[in-house]
């Protein structure tokens, strides 16, 4: 469907920040702003588990490897 654009590390790194991020929202009850983990966990982690990012297909860059044919 979309062209992978999103490599190892910075994939790994996208599910970690974006569990973390969700892991903050429900153990921070008493922030006010409590939205804006689970809107930037849920982007962080689907981007990471889809292995796209539109942010990096709007400028043309890309994190995965160059494959030789």
């Known amino acids: 469907m979309f062209k992978s ?3 190892g590390y910075d994939r790994v790194l996208r599910i970690v ?6 892991a903050a929202f429900f153990l921070m009850p ?3 702003y ?3 983990f ?5 982007l962080a982690l689907g981007t990471g588990l889809m292995k796209t990012c539109p ?3 709007l400028f043309g860059v890309s994190s995965c490897p160059m494959r030789k044919p």
């Open 5 to 7: 654009n999103v490599g």
């Open 17 to 22: 920040v974006g569990l973390a991020f969700l």
């Open 30 to 32: 008493d922030f006010g």
């Open 34 to 36: 409590r939205w804006v």
């Open 38 to 42: 689970i809107v930037l966990g849920l």
């Open 55 to 57: 942010a990096y297909s």
